[in-house]
Nanobody, 115 residues
Framework: VRFVESGGGLVQPGGSLRLSCAAS????????MSWYRQAPGKERELVAV????????NYADSVRGRFIISRDNTANAVYLQMNSLKTEDSGVYYC?????????WGQGTQVTVSA
């Protein structure tokens, strides 16, 4: 299982970023996919989940209405569109899959929201 995340960067409050996660090494279309984030000194937290068919999506209360998770099963990719960014959204963002009793993570992409 391998993930390559991209799209992070420095953005001002109120701005937008789109994260991408390219997956390989497993049957991508069969699994729910998640985005997590971790801020310095804090635990990793779940941001959004999308089911294998993209029909069901769930979000953390802190990002609902601002972030949109999506996926492209033909491209083996999952995305996170982040709008109206706040300073508290800063952190390292990871894509994740739970497969056969184990969690698999990407290397993460840094998002910094600062004026």
């Amino acid at each position: 299982v391998r993930f390559v995340e991209s799209g992070g960067g420095l953005v001002q409050p109120g701005g937008s970023l789109r994260l991408s996660c390219a997956a390989s090494g497993f049957l991508f279309r069969a699994y729910d996919m998640s985005w997590y984030r971790q801020a310095p000194g804090k635990e990793r937290e779940l941001v959004a989940v999308i089911d294998s068919t993209a029909r069901r999506k769930n979000y953390a209360d802190s990002v609902r209405g601002r972030f949109i998770i999506s996926r492209d099963n033909t491209a083996n990719a999952v995305y996170l569109q982040m709008n109206s960014l706040k300073t508290e959204d800063s952190g390292v963002y990871y894509c994740q899959v739970h497969q056969r009793g184990s969690d698999y993570w990407g290397q993460g992409t840094q998002v910094t929201v600062s004026a």
